[in-house]
């Protein structure tokens, strides 16, 4: 039996939505309502927060991505609040878990086997610094996607992803790399490989498209880190490859109020409406 | 109240016990003594091996190491194993969580509290891939310290950090440009910064101990992954910071029976003194 490739589920459910929203969790107590944590211990009051942000995104969203830093921070109880959470998003839409994970193949492998196996999630981040043997194991499961970092879109993100090796960036010798790692005559792909290119530096973005034209792309940093919209529009559409932009406090945090839930809609549906032009 | 820096409480410790070995915890299922995994839930069984990894081996290691792999992959009970774990170490030795987080500033920070708030770890290990605002918030608490990574000891681990830079090979770039953050004039450093430099490349180990020779160091590799133990002891010397050499699976498994944890203890023991030469 054929396992449909994480590549393929995804373009699909955007065409279904005709939607690259990425709705992303990061549920921060300090940011939640005041009416959601002022009664609830903070794990039930996060669930209830994913699941009105889930059930009022959901058919405007083509994927999720759970930022596991904050469910993390919730300690004991984190696992048990990522798996209601997981429980709740519908089993057709893919969700990303982003853990920016990288240590050597036998930790890898632990670290795709809490992933995929035991949170069923369909891709992941991947931090490839610690390079191919760090992150193989993540993609020795058919049907699943890897997001390798190639150029984040925070500050720092130039620090070392722009330094440059024989007159190119770093960034753009990662995902040259990464790429021969599934080719022919190597251990092939079983998963689908992905990269992460920031919106807010959109020469980076446009040489990661056009390097790898097919691959899925995760999108962060449009709107608030400072990214452009016609240009993202624009290079999204030199490649086809499934696309995901991501935004997180943007949409979660629209309002503070009872109606965090519409605003966040309103969010994810305009998100949604000002990128159906990548789509074309 | 000024607060003792891990950097110094790793020294102290390291000469209490005469010893650099840092014991890592990496509880593989899989490899666990058969008479503990057959009658016991693998939370319960996971949490006795690392209670007789302890025990048998407190007083000659000078740290240990929790790979939170090995944790995560536990499922839902992960957290409180670990947890559990922690609490059978005493509290005067050092804790590092290798987990090699790194994420934009916000997120980072969200992890930073899950490691050193909830979990009181001592260190941790970092992946700067992202750059400055990835790793200030680890280095926002005083008194613990970050490990970042430089150069690993892993196949892979010459896929990216060996590109040259400037006529450098990246992992220097990533030590100079981290020892610059902390300089007079920046934010300056309130936890300790070291870095992990593996065994496996003498002349990275070399490099980085000439670049940071009062930082502290975590070399993995030694043994196993083919670090040659004169030179890596040669090397240490060469700085005053403290190192912890660590060793994971040849403690844990040099044996399958039951005298597991007295095999472990003579490992780590005579690991620790083939490593007296360095602290002279």
């Known amino acids: ?31 939640l309502p005041p009416h959601l944590t002022s009664r609830k211990n903070a794990a039930q009051a996060v669930i209830e927060f994913n699941r009105a942000i889930i059930e009022a995104t959901v058919d405007t969203a083509a994927a999720y991505k759970l930022n596991l830093a904050f469910f993390e921070a919730l300690g004991a109880e984190g696992w048990s609040v990522l798996q209601a959470t997981l429980d709740i998003i519908p089993g057709a839409v893919p969700v990303v878990a982003d853990g920016k994970r990288g240590d050597i ?24 610094y610690m390079g191919r043997d760090s992150v193989a194991p993540f993609l020795d499961h058919p049907g699943r996607g890897v997001f390798l970092l190639a150029r984040t879109s925070n500050p720092g993100g130039s620090d070392f992803q722009a330094v440059e090796y024989q007159g190119r960036p770093l960034y753009e010798h990662v995902v ?12 092939g792909e079983k998963g689908s490989l992905g990269f992460v290119a920031g919106a807010s530096d959109i020469e980076a973005l446009r040489r990661i498209r056009a390097l790898a034209p097919d691959s899925p ?6 709107g608030a880190q400072g990214g452009n919209s016609s240009d993202v529009l624009e290079t999204i559409r030199e490649g086809s490859g499934p696309v995901l932009v991501n935004s997180s406090r943007a949409i979660l945090y629209a309002s503070a109020g009872r109606d965090f839930d519409r605003a966040a809609r309103q969010a994810a549906e305009a998100l949604r409406t000002s990128l159906i032009p990548a789509l074309s």
Not at 110 to 123: E, P, T
Not at 217 to 222: E, Q, V
């Open 176 to 187: 040259r790399t990464a790429l021969a790692w599934g080719e022919p005559g190597n251990d």
């Open 217 to 222: 792309l995760l999108i962060p940093g449009l």
């Open 105 to 128: 193949g036998n930790s890898a492998r632990f670290y795709a086997h809490a992933c995929f196996d035991l949170l069923d999630f369909d891709a992941c981040t991947v931090s490839g």
């Open 1 to 31: 039996m054929t396992v449909r490739s994480f590549a393929e589920r995804l373009s699909a459910r955007m065409e279904e939505t005709t939607s690259l929203v990425c709705v992303g969790l990061d549920p921060d107590l300090q940011r």
